[in-house]
């Protein structure tokens, strides 16, 4: 049962243009969603996170955008940058962000030079 | 952001045999643990829940006495694999939170277990 999906498995975009990552659940019950970074042989590296009662957040280059009523957020990336190319993980949390995350499968991002 | 460590970084061991690794908070105290584990090419899946002083409450298909946790300090949490097989090999990611600042969770660098 897999309650947060990222349906895209990779994602190829030239420096300088927006990176759009998705990501996809099933629970209504969640109320903090966040974006994770990582690298190969890595712990993710948090990026951004945003509340249910939010429909946007923006850090810098970052922006998650969350539709409820889709059951869906999006993170926006731009400029990409090569030192982008990452896999992403979007998380989800019942509890708020103290609670346990459940993890989509990732979306390996390569930002070409 | 907080710092937090594993040890060891990679582990190759015979089936049979127990490994312990450590995750630790350096310049934190994390009241909450967690464990997660990770196949290749596949998400990270929580294996349980640490809270110092307690029992770690283990997710559902997580065998606890397969698995031991113990959180027995604010800064350290230890995962020991007992009796390891090959299907154990995986990548085993904690994370540390201090809830009662409601901050979110941060990872610790992973370790690369290989039963052999």
């Known amino acids: 049962d897999q309650q947060v999906k990222q349906n895209s498995p990779s994602l190829s975009v030239q420096e300088g243009r927006i990176s759009i990552l998705n990501c996809d659940y099933t629970n209504s019950m969640f109320d903090y969603f966040l974006w994770y970074k990582k690298y190969p042989a890595e712990g993710p590296t948090f990026l951004i996170s945003?509340?249910?009662?939010?429909d946007k957040n923006e850090d810098g280059r970052f922006t998650v955008f969350l539709n409820k009523s889709a059951k869906h957020l999006s993170l926006h990336i731009v400029p990409s940058q090569p030192g982008d190319s990452a896999v992403y993980f979007c998380a989800a949390s019942r509890s708020g962000n103290t609670g346990k995350l459940i993890f989509g499968q990732g979306t390996t991002l390569q930002v070409k030079p | 952001g907080a710092v937090v460590s594993q040890h060891p970084s990679r582990v190759i061991c015979k089936s049979g045999t127990s490994v312990k690794i450590e995750c630790r908070s350096l310049d934190f105290q994390a009241t909450t643990m967690f464990w997660y584990r990770q196949f290749p090419k596949q998400s990270l899946m929580l294996m349980a829940t640490s809270n110092e002083g307690s029992k770690a409450t283990y997710e559902q298909g997580v065998e606890k006495d397969k698995f031991l946790i113990n959180h027995a300090s604010l800064t350290l949490s230890t995962l020991t694999v007992t009796s390891a097989h090959p299907e154990d090999s995986s990548f085993y990611i904690c994370?540390?939170?201090?809830?009662?600042?409601?901050?979110?969770?941060?990872f610790g660098p992973g370790t690369r277990l290989l039963v052999l």
């Open positions: 994370s540390a939170s201090r809830l009662a600042l409601g901050e979110t969770q941060y």
């Open positions: 945003i509340s249910s009662i939010k």
